[in-house]
C-alpha cells in the first residue's frame, strides 16, 4: 500500500512570505502529525490532527497553522517566513490511538533565504 | 540526502558485532518508549516499542531495555550489518494522543 506522501519535496521561500505544505496519510489512518526537524534541535513535535480536530499541539509560534481535511489529508501553514523556519517537515500518520508506530513520509525540504 | 544531524554523537562498529545505542529521557510520565531510524533521505522509520511497565522487549535482532530508576533506555542490535547505518532515534510518548517526543539521536556507521 502507498506510504505518506508529502509535497512539495523541496521549497525555497523568501523571508516574510508564506508556505503551505501538503501531507496525504496512508489510507485508512485517521491521526495526522508534523514535526520539524533541524540539525541544532532534532525532531520536534508541531502538531497532531485527529478527525479533522487538532489535539496536540508543540511549542511553536502562532505563525505555524495546520489543519486537516475529512479525507485525513493534512497541509501546514507558516507565515512571515523567518531564516530560522528553514528545516526539513516531517508528517506522519498512525492507524491507532495512541500508536507508538508512526509512519513518516520523506519530508519537505524548506529553505528560507 | 539529507543532513539528519551534524553534530550527532557516533557509534562505529564492525559488521558482525554487536551494537548498544544509549537514551536518557525526562519525562517520567511517559507510557510508550520507542526507537526510530532514519536513513538519509527518508523519514524516520519505527523499530520497537517498550511500555513503561516492562523492562525488557525482544524483537527481531534487536533488543530494547528501560530503566526507570535512572530514566535510561537502550536499543541492542545484534549482528549489526551495513543496512543498520543510520541515524537512531528514541522517543516516549503518552498514552494518549499520537505526539512523540524525540531524543537527540546517535548516528550508528558499520565498517565492512
Known amino acids: 500500500k502507498a506510504g505518506v506522501t508529502q509535497t512539495p519535496r523541496y521549497l525555497i521561500k523568501t523571508r516574510g512570505q508564506q508556505v503551505t505544505l501538503s501531507c496525504s496519510p496512508i489510507s485508512g489512518h485517521r491521526s495526522v502529525s508534523w514535526y520539524q526537524q533541524t540539525p541544532g534541535q532534532g525532531l520536534q513535535f508541531l502538531f497532531e490532527?485527529?478527525?479533522?480536530?487538532?489535539?496536540n499541539k508543540g511549542n511553536f509560534p502562532g505563525r505555524f497553522s495546520g489543519r486537516q481535511f475529512s479525507n485525513s489529508r493534512s497541509e501546514m501553514n507558516v507565515s512571515t517566513l523567518e531564516l530560522g523556519d528553514s528545516a526539513l517537515y516531517l508528517c506522519?500518520?498512525?492507524?491507532?490511538?495512541?500508536?507508538?508506530?508512526?509512519?513518516f513520509g520523506q519530508g519537505t525540504r524548506l529553505t528560507v533565504v | 540526502g539529507e543532513s539528519v544531524g551534524l553534530h550527532l554523537p557516533t557509534l562505529s562498529v564492525q559488521e558482525g558485532d554487536n551494537s548498544i545505542i544509549n537514551c536518557a529521557y525526562s519525562n517520567s510520565a511517559s507510557d510508550y518508549f520507542i526507537w526510530y531510524k532514519q536513513e538519509s533521505g527518508k523519514g524516520p522509520q519505527f523499530i520497537i516499542d517498550i511500555r513503561s511497565n516492562m523492562d525488557k522487549r525482544q524483537g527481531q535482532r534487536v533488543t530494547v531495555l528501560l530503566n526507570k530508576t535512572v530514566k535510561h533506555l537502550s536499543l541492542q542490535i545484534a549482528a549489526t550489518q551495513p543496512g543498520d547505518s543510520a541515524v537512531y532515534f528514541c522517543a516516549e510518548t503518552r498514552a494518549t494522543g499520537n505526539m512523540l517526543t524525540f531524543g537527540g539521536g546517535t548516528r550508528l556507521m558499520v565498517k565492512p
Open positions: 490532527y485527529f478527525s479533522e480536530t487538532q489535539r
Open positions: 506522519a500518520s498512525s492507524l491507532f490511538d495512541p500508536n507508538t508506530e508512526a509512519f
